[in-house]
């Protein structure tokens, strides 16, 4: 059974990182232990907001910068939402790192394959979620 105050965390990275152009490693960083573990306890309450003024609470209350880091726009293709991507890393979370979310959101959105899940011109993101695992602890794409 999914988390669900992990995918909440999760969406709401990826929300906050298109919002602002970020790299999600960059999101995740500058929100830091205390303000993710915040997000992560309290997502069943947070969740009744919508997730846009949430995330704007939290890009304020952090001095989120502004990137140019744009993989909607890059995306030649249909861009997966949110949500979507929220559910691909809390999976690899859970499978990672099942006894520790926060420190799974820091140790998954900080590492290599972070970057290639969102990249929304490949197929990776929509890879079976056995398989991102396995990437993950090999530190390369399986093939």
Known sequence: MMDNNLF??????EFIGRMK?????????KLGTEALTRIY?????????????VAD???ELTGMP?????????CKYTVPGYWDIGKVFTRLI???SPD???????????SWLSDDISNYNS???????????????????LY
């Open 8 to 13: 909440y965390t999760c969406s709401l990275i």
């Open 21 to 29: 152009k970020l790299r999600r490693s960059e999101v995740v960083e």
């Open 41 to 53: 306890n309290y997502a069943d309450v947070l969740h009744s907001d919508s997730i846009e003024n």
């Open 57 to 59: 609470q939290y890009s």
């Open 66 to 74: 502004s990137g140019d880091f744009d993989n909607v726009k890059a």
């Open 94 to 96: 859970e499978d990672v």
């Open 100 to 110: 520790d979310p926060v420190g799974g959101v820091q140790k998954v959105y900080g």
């Open 123 to 141: 197929d990776l993101y929509y890879q079976p979620r056995d398989y991102l695992k396995e990437c993950f602890l090999a530190g390369k794409i």
